[in-house]
């Protein structure tokens, strides 16, 4: 019996050792089998959004294999009862094949097909199936948004890019759980790395899984959205927007001309969302976006666009991008900038800082501008840039680096909260807007006592 001591620690031991080697062995690319991203005959990449009045429709777009050329979506105003397709309706799809097998790492065509429901009834739950009659998806749920500026809230996210099954399933499962009620889901670019990627983009949709089918995506493209198609355009450097962004999500086509589901706007119970393409036709999305904020009748505006206004990381600066569009921000008093990019967080205003010369301190001023974000929730992490928002006419209230985050955005009449929490669920960032007639917004900070997150302190000693 005196040998059991002895034997058990030597084993203990081993398997300490056994697992380190796990861990530290364990590969940041999982490999995934050849035809794990290929389509069959059942519906998958089952995807909400919006592209007409959220009140009335709701599109909903799937994908197959080329075998399935007659698709269909059945809806019903939802109920308890378990017979739903007694009451479905039928609602024949649009269908499309992309051909993309001469596309370098998408290499295969899909039927990619597509239903928008309209005449629905303002504010009511639906329940909807997709598939071709024989092959069915399950039932999904959706909500309506109202015809009256009721309080609602909405989830955005940055950069999921990178690591996407492995880690941004975690972070968009989280966003869901801190808030289930969200109406929809703001994705600020740079969904994956490599543009025309069937197997990233395969990884998105299976990491949101039937999250994409219950809670409407509201996506901008990044500049990884973007890349060569071919050898040929690899030489000429020509970059196009990924072959699957248009097939697969159906989008408002109310934007600019040449930017067709890339830059559109929606309205949303007292709210004008405004989808912009920071990649290409800045200028031409300049007018187009004056004549769209000289006309709304919302109470608040909300930006999204991938390349940041104030820059944070790698020394990057977008400079004509700033001087373009920021002016017409300040004109027509943008509530909220949301943005990605620069894989850190941050969060500040222009100009909303002032000087107190006699005490030398700075004062946060409370009546706000435009409130400017960047985040990211993918796995890629950048340093700041040593000078921060240093050399801006702007002031960086809050940041974090290595910090996987996702944020709830909550409108109440004239309130708008903000709240940025990490992927464990820390509340990390929040602050408050408030109307005051045509005045500036009232500004509150929240930020919560906690320390602010850097490369140092954000590694696990254990």
């Known amino acids: 019996m005196r040998y059991v001591p002895q034997l058990f620690f030597s084993l203990l031991f081993l398997f300490n050792i056994n697992v380190a080697v796990s861990q530290n062995s364990y590969p940041d690319n999982p490999v995934f089998p050849s035809s794990w991203s290929k389509p069959t005959e059942q519906p998958d990449h089952i995807i909400l959004t919006f592209s007409g009045d959220p009140t009335t429709t709701q599109s909903v777009t799937w994908r197959t294999n080329t075998s399935i050329k007659n698709a269909v979506a059945q809806i019903t ?3 308890a009862a378990p017979r739903l397709r007694k009451t479905a309706k039928d609602v024949q799809a649009k269908t499309e094949t992309m051909d993309a097998g001469n596309v370098r790492e998408a290499e295969l065509s899909a039927n990619y097909h597509s239903v928008t429901f309209e005449g629905l009834l303002p504010d009511t739950i639906y329940a909807y199936r997709v598939g071709d009659g024989t092959h069915w998806s399950e039932w999904f749920q959706f909500r309506t948004a109202s015809k009256k500026p009721e309080p609602f809230s909405f989830l955005y996210v940055g950069d999921a890019q990178n690591y996407i099954l492995e880690l941004w399933s975690r972070l968009i499962r989280a966003g869901f759980g801190k808030a289930p009620d969200a109406r929809f889901i703001v994705h600020a670019g740079d969904l994956v790395s490599t543009a ?17 089918g219950m809670l409407p995506s509201v996506p901008v493209p990044g500049n990884h959205e973007y890349n060569f198609k071919t050898k040929e355009d690899s030489v000429s450097r020509t970059r196009s927007l990924s072959v699957q962004w248009k097939p697969q999500f159906t989008l408002p086509e109310n934007g600019p001309k040449g930017q067709s589901e890339t830059a559109y706007y929606f309205d ?3 709210a004008r969302i405004i989808g912009l393409n920071s990649n290409s036709s800045q200028q031409e999305q300049a007018v187009w976006l004056e004549s769209v904020l000289k006309n709304n009748p919302n109470k608040w505006t909300i930006l999204t666009f991938h390349h940041p206004i104030f820059s944070t990381a790698n020394e990057r600066d977008n400079k004509e991008l700033r001087e373009l569009w920021k002016p017409i921000f300040d004109k027509y008093k943008v509530d909220l900038v949301l943005q990605g990019h620069d894989h850190t967080y ?9 000087k107190n010369f006699l005490a030398g301190i700075n004062k946060l001023d409370p009546n706000a501008g435009t409130v400017y974000v960047v985040s990211v929730s993918g796995g890629k992490m950048y340093n700041f840039k040593k000078d921060l928002w240093n050399n801006y006419d702007a002031n960086l209230e809050r940041k974090a680096e290595n910090t996987q985050l996702f944020q709830v955005v909550k409108i109440d009449g004239d309130q708008l909260s903000f709240e940025a929490y990490t992927v464990t669920g820390e509340l990390y960032d929040a602050f408050d807007l408030k109307k005051s007639g045509n005045g500036p917004n009232k500004f509150t900070e929240r930020v919560p006592a906690t320390t602010e997150r850097l490369h140092l302190n954000t590694i696990p000693k254990y």
């Open 77 to 79: 105003i939802a109920h």
């Open 196 to 212: 025309h990627s069937e197997r990233q983009w395969h990884e998105w949709f299976t990491a949101g899984g039937w999250l994409h």
């Open 346 to 354: 941050a969060r500040g205003q222009a100009g909303s800082v002032t």
């Open 268 to 270: 949303y119970q007292g």
